[in-house]
């Protein structure tokens, strides 16, 4: 049996941050019929399909055969899930988020870091560490003194005499360089930079070392329900992270107006952008009809025959159905 893909596509005209307005009236629209491997490309506002991939156009996804479905993977620019056109976890508009998800509020790019609902530490992202056995000192305080719950550790690439650093100088020296601010809901820090001053290595939020985890930032965890997204690109003062903790009400509210729990500050974010509630032991990402979308970024996706499925390619929203024929 030939399965056949129908492909909608609607291209917005204006081209700005790679965003595409789901309340524009000045769209492109296009309907295509996949039956084979396909590349789904962009010329101007006209998306078409090729059999290569030209240098004169942008390629937006690869359609490629497999088995008796069909998958989808990026090209030049990411591919991401539309959430208002997702239903998860019986909700409508809604996506059940996962640990390490990149989300996209208009331009606003963040990355999921921690999702906690149970008491058990193994969903921490931590980074493993390797511990002084040698009687070193530490390269902030000169001590070579450790205590068990205070080790000295190597948490970056510094080397020599500026290996080492104990867990409690390492917590010092994040919260030095973090401002932060509290509403009833969110905690949210916020910092120029957030890596080794000497080496420039990534601060991590948690470590391992032998077998033990040591939260970097761990003073200021909320009580379960709670969870951790991390701004990963950078837009006016966006950069940082926000706790947000779930434990005295189901849902918080994200957005730019001032009423929101979650304040996001980008002309692209709507006032109130989306919304994130707690149920049956699941994070629910919804979108509130927000003009430049909720997204979330996907690799590579595998059509099941006759769900739609609707992913955004910068200014592209494209629609794709599988069926029998
Ligand atoms: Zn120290
Ligand atoms: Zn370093």
Redesign the pocket.
């Known amino acids: 049996m030939k399965k056949t893909i129908t492909l909608k596509s609607e291209t917005w005209k204006r081209d700005s941050h790679g965003l595409f307005d789901y309340e524009s009236k000045e769209t492109q629209k296009h309907k295509l019929i996949i039956q084979e491997n396909s590349y789904v490309i962009r010329k101007n506002d006209t998306v078409e399909l090729e059999k290569s991939l030209g240098s004169t156009s942008t390629g937006l996804a690869y359609i490629i055969s497999s088995g008796s479905s069909y998958k989808i993977l990026p090209l030049n620019e990411p591919l991401w899930k539309v959430v208002r056109d997702l239903k998860e976890g019986s909700s409508s508009k809604a996506y059940i988020l996962k640990q390490n998800d990149t989300l996209k509020f208009g331009r606003v790019k963040y990355t999921v870091k921690e999702l906690r609902s149970s008491p058990n530490e193994d969903m921490v992202n931590a980074k493993e560490v390797e511990v002084d056995t040698e009687g070193n000192s530490?390269k902030?305080?000169l001590?070579e003194v450790i205590e068990p719950d205070n080790p000295l550790v190597s948490c970056c690439h510094c080397a020599g005499t500026m290996k080492y650093?104990?867990i409690?100088?390492l917590r010092m020296c994040v919260a030095a360089l973090m401002t932060v601010k509290n509403n009833e809901k969110c905690i949210t820090y916020t910092w120029k930079s957030m890596s080794c001053s000497l080496c420039g290595e990534p601060f991590s939020n948690a470590l391992r070392a032998n077998g033990i985890l040591y939260h970097i930032l761990s003073v200021q965890r909320p009580e379960i329900p709670y969870f951790i997204i991390e701004a990963s690109s950078i837009h006016g003062n966006n950069r940082g992270m926000q706790i947000v903790s779930l434990k005295n009400s189901e849902s918080v509210m994200l957005g730019r107006g001032h009423d929101s729990d979650m304040r996001i500050s980008d002309i692209s974010v709507s006032r109130i952008h989306a919304r994130i509630k707690f149920h049956q032991g699941q994070f629910l990402l919804e979108d509130h009809n927000s003009k430049f979308g909720t997204l979330v970024q996907v690799n590579e996706i595998e059509l099941v025959p006759d769900e739609r499925l609707a992913l955004q390619c910068g200014r592209s929203l494209l629609t794709f159905k599988l069926k029998n024929s």
Request: charged fraction near 0%; proline fraction near 0%.
């Open positions: 530490c902030i305080c001590s650093i104990h409690q100088c």
